[in-house]
Every structure is written in C-alpha cells, then in structure tokens.
C-alpha cells in the first residue's frame, strides 16, 4: 500500500474515534448535572433564607395559651434561631389592652375578642384576623386530701363562685362537709378563664354576673400561683386551665362535673373534644396584627409554623386537645389569603 494513503487512513480512523467518543461519553451526563446543580442552589437558597430571617414576634395575653405558644416558640427557634419570640402572660383582657393599642404583634386568647375589645381596635386602626389553636377543658381543682367533694354541677359552681354567694364554709355546701372555710383561688379580672366561668355562672343563675370577691378569695393572672395555693390549703377551692392540673395531678385534683345529661365527668383530651365535658369545655385562640403578619416576614412566619406543625407537635405535652379536623387547614389558608391582600 503506498505510504501516504496508509497514514491518510490511520488518521481517519483517529479522528472517527475522537468524533465517537465526544458523542457517546461527554454529552450525556449534563443533564444529571445540571439536575444535581439546580437542587442544590434550591437547598442552599431555602436555607440562606431560614437563616437571614430574624427580628421579634411580640406575644402577650392568656396565661392558659401561654404554654401553647411558648413550647411552638421553642420549636420555631431551632429553625430560625436569629428570631426572637418572646412571650408575656398579661392575661386575656391585659393582652388585648396591648393588642389594640399595637403594642404586640400576637394576642393570646382563652375567649374570643369582646365588643370593646374590637371597638378598641377599630379606634386604633388595628385590624386582626382570629385563629382557633387548642380546645380547653377550664378544671375545678381542690388540695389532694379533699376527699369530701365528688362532683359539682352548674348550679353549685354558680351558688359557690357567683358574686352574691353566701357560702363560706363548706359545709353550706353540705352539711356533711367540715365547718371549715373555704380558701377560693381564681383568676383575676384581666384572665379570660374567669371570664369564661362567668358565663357558666350567668346560665346557671342569671343574677350572678361576676364572680365573688371576699377575703377569702385570692386572684391572680398567673396559674402556677392558683396552683400553689390550691397545692397547699387543705380547705382549698379554685380553677384554670386544664394543662397546669394535668401537670400536676400529684399536688391537686380534679373536681368531676356533671354535664347535660347528669354525668359527673373529669376533664380529659377525650371528654374536652366529644363534648361530654360540659358546660366547661371552651376554644383557645390567637389574634394577630394584619399589619404585622404582612410587614414583619418573621411574624407571618411564626403562625405559618404555628399552624402548620407547632401546636400540633406541642398539645399533647402541654395538656391541651386539638381542634376539630381541618383547623389548621382552614387557618392557613385564611393566613395565605390575609398575606396575599
């Protein structure tokens, strides 16, 4: 073969290799890599933004709710630690005084807002929108070594808490009770569990619309002081939310109380979401700032977690029942739409 036509032939074929090997290895893994490069600018991109959130969420109010919001703030700031969400418990008149005048971003509520409540806000320029979080079943308690009261109804709370009452002793409630007197542990004016128990008291008996204040009751907007009175008077009568008995059914117990249908029922994630816990089972809420939840990324931020996942995750280890199926459902996309304005 001549020389030349054998060397033309051999860098044909060099060349045909070169062309086979470009198409069938170095164009086929792009896709994959661009793939792979995509997902990660996505993660690093949602976490840059978990990180670069930060601020303060400002929350006051219910002492009952308290333990709801403070535990989802727990969870909430190991997924955005630079956000500081600090929580008071003015009670729930306190925390809507704050709420309205703009003070706080997040109103903590064991009732829902009061006509003026609104009116406050309205004045103020403050509008809100209501969020159902938990279900309460608002507890009777007495000292462990009561072991003489086995069951209160309606009537008896509001002949015992009702602001006209006469009894002092317990045995004006039944002779067979110590001649003792009654040591009473209620919330204070500005607590929404109080409020609630006023409108038991009202249905029960229409002339009692406050509840009693003589020298043998004390109040306060904080449980754990109800808790402690209650914990250390043997005589001791007094009420609030169902989480701070449930964590402490060693210092206090439950007082049952007969519902509609005659049962004498004890306050239980149960009988709080069948409704057999009447008439003393009631709604937990938060409100929150319009202008808040749209000017402030982090507050949005919050109750998307809140509800989303956080109380969810929290009710069951602070005492509390959730609410209805599609609750949170429905709050956050009641959020969305607030957002989207």
């Known amino acids: ?161 009702g602001v006209n009452s006469t009894i002092t002793q317990w045995s004006d409630i039944d002779p067979a009770f110590p001649a003792e007197d009654i040591l009473f542990f209620i919330p204070d004016p500005d607590s929404g569990t109080r409020d609630y128990m006023i409108e038991v008291v009202e249905k029960a008996i229409e002339t009692e619309t406050d509840l009693r204040q003589d020298e043998n009751t004390t109040f306060s907007s904080d449980d754990n002081v109800l808790l402690d009175g209650i914990a250390n008077e043997e005589y001791a009568l007094g009420f609030f939310g169902y989480a701070y008995y449930i964590n402490n059914t060693e210092a206090v117990r439950a007082v049952p109380i007969q519902n509609k249908d005659g049962e004498c029922v004890l306050p239980s994630n149960e009988t709080v979401q069948d409704g057999s816990y009447n008439p003393l089972s009631r709604p937990l809420f938060i409100y929150t700032n319009n202008a808040s939840l749209v000017e402030k990324p982090q507050v949005a931020e919050f109750v998307r977690y809140y509800l989303a996942e956080g109380a969810a995750k929290v009710m069951a280890d602070v005492g509390y029942s959730l609410p209805p199926d599609g609750t949170y459902e429905n709050g956050l996309e009641t959020l969305e739409a607030v957002l989207g304005q």
């Open 1 to 161: 073969m001549n020389p030349r036509r054998a060397i033309f032939l051999l860098a044909l074929l060099a060349l045909s290799g070169l062309i086979l090997a470009a198409c069938s290895g170095g164009v086929t893994p792009a896709p994959a890599t661009e793939e792979a490069a995509t997902e990660e600018a996505t993660e690093e991109a949602a976490t840059e933004e978990a990180v670069a959130l930060s601020g303060d969420v400002v929350v006051d109010g219910s002492s009952t709710v308290y333990p709801i919001t403070t535990a989802v703030a727990e969870e909430f700031a190991l997924i955005h630690p630079d956000v500081r969400v600090s929580v008071g418990l003015s009670g729930t008149g306190g925390g809507f005084e704050k709420f309205c005048l703009g003070e706080t971003d997040i109103s903590d509520a064991s009732r829902p807002i009061k006509q003026e409540e609104m009116d406050a806000c309205a004045a103020n320029g403050i509008e809100y929108t209501e969020f159902l979080v938990a279900l309460d079943g608002l507890t009777v308690m007495v000292n462990p070594a009561n072991d003489w009261l086995q069951c209160l109804s309606a009537e008896q709370l509001a002949q015992i808490f």
